[in-house]
């Protein structure tokens, strides 16, 4: 793990990004890094709520809406569009939900969870 060279300072953020249970080892997309991760982003959100922002992946409604590289993606994964998949697949891990608010959610149905692009 690597270092930082001088401590965060007054203004720092925590982005944690995608920590839903979309991502949780019995969801479609389950991904091996978030049961590892979840202990370690509980810590540090607990340190400074209000200096978290959360990003929550919000895939489209149904294949038909997904434009570019977003339509063949959806069409092998349609099971994860709003009108396939559960709601609760999208609200973030529960071990979280205790710090909104004070921190932020920002939600976005892109990879990028900072601009308007698609």
Do not use: S
């Not at 202990?39 to 209000?50: F, K, M, N, S, T």
């Not at 929550?56 to 959806?74: D, L, Q, S, T």
């Not at 004070?102 to 976005?108: E, Y």
């Amino acid at each position: 793990m690597g270092q930082l060279l001088a401590p965060p300072g007054p203004h720092a953020v925590h982005l944690c990004i995608d920590m839903q249970r979309l991502f949780a080892p019995y969801a479609p997309w389950a991904t091996p890094w978030l049961e590892r991760a979840l202990p370690e982003a509980v810590r540090l959100i607990a340190h400074a709520p209000p200096r978290t922002v959360f990003t929550r992946f919000i895939p489209v409604r149904n294949k038909a809406e997904a434009r570019g590289v977003w339509k063949a993606y959806y069409e092998k994964w349609e099971c994860v569009t709003r009108d396939k998949a559960d709601p609760g697949l999208l609200e973030l891990m529960p071990a979280l939900t205790r710090f909104v608010p004070p921190a932020t959610v920002i939600d976005r149905q892109t990879y990028c969870a900072f601009t308007n692009r698609r």
